[in-house]
């Protein structure tokens, strides 16, 4: 009977098709779909049923028994175990042929628009280093042991201590190593995800790429660091690139790095960064692009799109500390950008400021709050940006869009699932994707970052 020969813990030999969602192999295990964690296209591999679907297998990869020509040495110890990279023993140019084959896969499948054929994607050079912010997590293993570093692939509970990094730079891993020597000799708990007691939470390192200069944030439980400054004096020891030590508050069970900003315990709680030319003051709590040197490149591309005059008004949604909203400002008539995070909305009205902008006003605002004010109140734009979180747009925010009529459309977006949904719902509001380009912003990682335009077809299209 079907059903018991797929049990859990069942082997198969599997060959290794392709590459799916969050980069697992994909494999056809006498005619069932397999995902495989840990395959590549073109392995062959011991394949281990750890779940059954209804219509898939999920798995891993007990052995691999011959390997895929495409593979390469990964280059940290802790690949294969950490589930920061998933993709880093496979060979570069793989990875974003991958990445783009995604993103084209996706518009039609789930946006259920035409093939818009093949996708480019600008690769990331270099592809280690290119990180200006980690998460670190405080935690323990699997034996019960604290530690400082991120989670084991699979599992949000436990962590393991990292030891090296090559995603963000050298400083990183000093920062961590500082840090988990301070915070081992003293009583401090670290936080239980599932039971909600202890203490320590995060460990929030973020760089200005083009400035060097280092943000740390502790994010702990409700409480009180005794003596911070010697945690601080450790720190700035191991990477004299500190510029500002803050301490931040999640007092929430969401498992977040976010939290309330109690103490600034060095320097005035901000590091600034440089992007495209602007400069940037950034506090713990302003999202900011996570690779500058590609955001710079995902964004030209954006402003290409745009090909804005002086003649246009715009409208930049999810605008976080401006980055977008600033550029589109030194090319167009007026930009007035929404976002939802005070402190981001300061950042963003700072750096219009410090970088002479007079055309760009900042809206505190959910941006579905701030549409349903902008078309009740009959405001135009010519061009709206979105760049929303990994959720997408909300359907109403799409609504109040297609209410509002612009010409053009640039969506910007982090996740192609709900980026080839949104596109289309844009579409059943006659707004057409004109081009597409997948930007590589996270080498050995399966995340896709994509800009999209799209145009209103008008009543002669
Ligand atoms: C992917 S980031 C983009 C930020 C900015 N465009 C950039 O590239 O630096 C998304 C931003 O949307 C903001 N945000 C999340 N939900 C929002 C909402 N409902 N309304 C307005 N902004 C929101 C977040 O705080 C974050 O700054």
Not at 120 to 149: A, V, W
Not at 190 to 208: A, D, K, N, S
Not at 412 to 435: F, M
Request: with cysteine.
């Amino acid at each position: 009977m079907a059903g018991s020969k797929y049990r859990r813990g069942t082997r198969f030999t599997a060959e290794i098709a392709d590459l799916a969602f969050k980069g697992r192999g994909v494999a056809n295990i006498e005619g069932m779909i397999a995902f495989v964690d840990g395959g590549l296209p073109g392995d062959t591999v011991l394949f281990e049923i750890l779940r059954r679907k209804r219509r898939h297998l999920e798995g891993r990869v007990v052995e691999i028994l011959t390997p895929s020509s495409d593979r390469v040495e990964p280059r940290c110890s802790h690949f294969g175990f950490c589930g920061g990279c998933r993709l880093q023993d496979l060979a570069y140019e793989k990875q974003i042929g991958f990445k783009a084959a995604q993103v084209r896969e996706q518009i039609v499948r789930i946006g259920n628009l035409d093939d818009p054929g093949e996708i480019p994607i600008i690769p990331c050079e270099p592809t280690f280093g290119y990180r200006n912010k980690m998460e670190f997590t405080f935690g323990t293993d699997r034996e019960g042991t604290s530690g400082l570093g991120l989670h084991p692939r699979g599992e949000f509970r436990d962590v393991f201590d990292l030891t090296e990094c090559y995603l963000p730079s050298p400083s990183f891993a000093k920062i961590v190593e500082a840090t988990r020597r301070h915070f081992d000799g003293l009583t401090y708990e670290p936080y239980h995800p599932i039971e909600h007691t202890g203490f320590l939470r995060f460990l929030v390192v973020r760089e200005g790429r083009n400035t060097g200069e280092i943000l740390v944030n502790l994010v702990t439980a409700e409480g009180i660091v005794d003596n911070p400054e010697q945690w601080v004096a450790a720190i700035r020891k191991a990477a004299p690139e500190i510029v500002t030590v803050v301490h931040t508050i999640n007092s929430l069970r969401a498992n977040v790095a976010v939290g309330e900003l109690q103490d600034v315990w060095y320097g005035d709680g901000t590091f600034t960064e440089i992007l495209a030319g602007l400069k940037f003051t950034l506090g713990p709590l302003s999202f900011f692009q996570t690779n500058t040197r590609q955001a710079e490149i995902l964004f030209a591309t954006a402003m290409e799109y745009t090909a804005l005059t002086k003649d246009d008004r715009v409208l930049d949604l999810y605008s976080g500390a401006g980055a977008i909203s600033l550029q589109a400002a030194r090319r167009a008539g007026s930009v007035t950008g929404v976002e939802l995070v005070p402190e981001a909305v300061r950042a963003a009205t700072e750096a219009a400021t410090q970088n002479g902008i007079e055309n760009c006003e900042f809206v505190c605002a959910d941006s579905l709050e701030s549409m349903k004010a902008e078309v009740a109140a009959g405001h135009t734009y010519d061009i709206v940006l979105v760049d929303p979180p990994r959720a997408g747009l909300h359907p109403k925010v799409i609504k109040r869009l297609a209410e509002m009529a612009p010409d053009r459309i640039v969506y910007v977006s982090c996740n192609p699932g709900t980026l080839a949904r949104d596109l289309g719902l844009l579409a059943e509001h006659s707004y057409a994707l004109e081009k597409i380009t997948a930007v590589d912003m996270f080498p050995h990682t399966a995340h896709i970052e994509a800009v999209a335009l799209l145009r209103r077809q008008g009543k002669n299209d």
